[in-house]
């Protein structure tokens, strides 16, 4: 099983990116595919999950800005930023689970991270 996490890089606050995160060896339409992230310094925090029984659910700090969905047929879930703030910045990451979680000890398969940084 592999999950491949793409789209990060830098951005100027209020700009946009477009997570990707794609599995191998794992169905997403059978899995709930979450997205965590850890800031400097900080725990790493879930953000949001597309969930195995459906729907989607973001934590209330960012819902205003943040989407996540998914395209079973792609095998790849998203999660798309708008409105990027400086406190956005960190690692981010996807994961799978065969069952609905928000707790990271939860999730069987992790993606590899990939790096957001917001400049002022």
């Known amino acids: 099983v592999q999950l491949q996490a793409s789209g990060g890089g830098l951005v100027q606050a209020g700009g946009s990116l477009r997570l990707s995160c794609t599995g191998s060896?794992?169905?997403?339409?059978?899995?709930?595919v979450a997205w965590f992230r850890r800031a400097p310094g900080k725990e790493r925090e879930f953000v949001a999950g597309a969930w195995i029984s459906g729907g989607e659910y973001v934590v209330d700090s960012v819902k205003d800005r943040f989407t996540i969905s998914r395209d079973n047929a792609k095998n790849t879930a998203y999660l798309q930023m708008n409105s990027l703030k400086l406190e956005d910045t960190a690692v981010y990451y996807c994961a799978a689970a065969a069952r609905i979680a928000s707790t990271a000890s939860s999730y069987d398969y992790w993606g590899q991270g990939t790096q957001v940084t917001v400049s002022s």
């Open positions: 060896g794992v169905t997403f339409s059978r899995n709930t």
